[in-house]
């Protein structure tokens, strides 16, 4: 029984292409909609998600330079900034929480190679050796930077892939040197070309020079501290005690800030939700002028076949027989533009990963199922709701009354 209903209206449909068409198109639009802008937004998540992860996700703190707030009246009685000193402070009283604590330095400086004399201004950063293993950085050349060069401040550095090629172009970059801020730094090593661009921290890996943090050219103070803790859900401790410690070493002067990058990812998770919903509003408008186009073509079906109606009620055909006939034309209709709409919006979300892709190779293509399985279930209520009053007009129809309609 479904089977000859859904012949017969596949047969109807086709008989008129045209305005079957248009109806579609508009139910396409809604469902490509949800389907495309809902997975380039969850590409975008899962590629910031990814990036973070890889620096520790929601168990990496970071400790930042602020202007004073609270304490800004205070600020005569303490002049300083991040130090090593709060640094070891905070690893001593969170010794068993903290997975990793390690302080940097970041500036800028005109690179010159000693040899070749060509320059090249990008960022140096002063850290530790744990560095490294914190921030997934793999050494291509070389080694990294050990404990010695850190507690004798030893001159040597660790630069970038890009970098390498730019100031040896013609020779080896190990045992080369760079000098700086009137100091040589022997090269020790060379990190392998980095791809992951998700979180830069503020410069490009692959320019940038790495050396100890006590090496002469670094000066006092540091600009950041990043710990990670053993477990998730201890982030909010370590801030507690760290901005503890900080309150008393800094005289109550809070020129200091702590970014949670667990706050930080459900707040994204948090405007994510908000924005499908957005999505979820706009694409309802199409769907809901496609339902009323739905609903229009059914009206104008349900006049012109109105001598079939009447000789088939004639024939013996039952009320509810003539509402499912037409109610399936509604929703067959509808899922016609929505399967269209599913196709059209995954191909839109492939083609802008591509694009994307190119420009940031770390992009994380994802397809979202839900969004999928909502915009075909939409358009079927669709389909369902606006083709019910047509379907239900047609099958109250009076045989007689159809058998004389002209």
């Not at 990793?100 to 500036?107: G, N, Q, S, W």
């Not at 533009?337 to 059209?344: D, T």
Request: aromatic share 8%; net charge positive.
């Amino acid at each position: 029984m479904f089977g000859d209903f859904l012949r017969l209206s596949l047969r109807q449909l086709w008989a008129h292409r045209l305005r079957s068409f248009l109806t579609v198109l508009s139910i396409m639009i809604g469902a490509g909609a949800i389907v495309a802008m809902t997975s380039l937004a969850q590409s975008g998540l899962d590629t910031l998600t990814q990036g973070i992860e890889a620096i520790g996700g929601t168990r990496f703190v970071w400790i930042l330079p602020d202007s004073p707030k609270l304490g800004k009246n205070k600020r005569s009685n303490y002049v300083g900034g991040l130090t090593m000193g709060d640094r070891t402070a905070i690893a001593q009283a969170d010794a068993a929480y903290l997975d990793m604590i390690v302080a940097d330095k970041r500036f800028y400086s005109e690179l010159v190679d000693a040899d070749s004399g060509g320059n090249l201004v990008t960022t140096v950063l002063a850290t530790e050796p744990q560095y490294f293993g914190a921030f997934k950085l793999p050494i291509g050349q070389g080694r990294a930077l050990t404990a010695e060069d850190l507690a004798f401040g030893s001159r040597v550095a660790v630069i970038g892939s890009e970098l390498a090629q730019k100031l040896f172009p013609h020779q080896a970059a190990l045992g080369g040197e760079v000098r700086f801020r009137g100091d040589r730094y022997r090269v020790v090593g060379v990190l392998a070309p980095h791809r992951n661009q998700n979180v830069q921290l503020g410069y490009e890996w692959n320019r940038v020079v790495i050396i100890p943090v006590t090496a002469p050219a670094v000066g006092a103070g540091i600009t950041e501290i990043s710990l990670t803790v053993r477990q998730t859900g201890q982030s909010d401790r370590a801030i507690r005690i760290a901005n503890a410690i900080l309150q008393q070493r800094h005289h109550g002067v809070d020129d200091y800030q702590f970014l949670d990058f667990g706050g930080l990812l459900k707040n994204f998770f948090t405007a994510f939700a908000i924005m499908k919903l957005v999505v979820g509003l706009i694409a309802s408008v199409a769907l809901l002028i496609g339902g009323v186009g739905v609903m229009n073509i059914m009206l104008v079906a349900v006049n012109e076949r109105m001598r079939e109606i009447g000789l088939r009620k004639a024939l013996g055909a039952t009320r509810a027989v003539i509402l499912r006939q037409f109610l399936i034309e509604a929703v067959v209709l509808s899922l016609f533009g929505s399967v269209l709409g599913v196709a059209s919006g995954l191909g839109v979300a492939e083609g802008a990963s591509a694009v994307i892709s190119l420009i940031n190779d770390s992009w994380v293509p994802s397809i979202s199922l839900p969004a999928v399985g909502i915009a075909l279930v939409a358009s079927a209520t669709v389909g369902l709701f606006f083709g019910w009053y047509p379907a239900k007009r047609a099958a109250e129809l009076e045989p007689i009354a159809c058998l004389r309609h002209e």
